[in-house]
């Protein structure tokens, strides 16, 4: 059975820096698209940014040149480094991928950017 779990988030100033990280268990196969999404209350979950199959790599345009995804895939790590957060950043993350038709999301990790 395929799990994720997220980790690294946290309280952070405007314009400092996280790390969050995303541990993937299970049968996920090592070029499966994974994903970082992220939710605020009220609003759609909306897409971060992406590793797609071999390591295309696709970012919301509002993280764009903030937020980097990478991926590990000796160790089954996915990592969303983010630096100059701002007070939009403001959300629960998630790490998801796919199994076949069925999505696999993880429990979620809350970033918050306050003064």
């Known amino acids: 059975q395929a799990r994720l779990e997220e980790a690294g988030g946290g309280l952070v100033q405007p314009g400092g820096s996280l790390r969050l990280s995303c541990a993937a268990s299970g049968v996920i196969p090592r070029f499966s698209t994974m994903a970082w999404y992220r939710q605020v209350p009220g609003k759609q979950r909306e897409l971060v940014a992406a590793i797609i199959g071999g390591g295309t790599l696709r970012y919301a345009d509002s993280v764009k040149g903030r937020f980097t995804i990478s991926r590990d895939r000796t160790k089954n790590m996915v990592y969303l480094q983010m630096n100059s957060l701002m007070q939009e ?15 696999i ?8 950017v306050s003064s």
């Open 89 to 103: 950043d403001t959300a629960v993350y998630y790490c998801k991928t796919n199994l076949g038709p069925n999505d």
């Open 105 to 112: 999301w993880g429990q979620g990790t809350q970033v918050t």
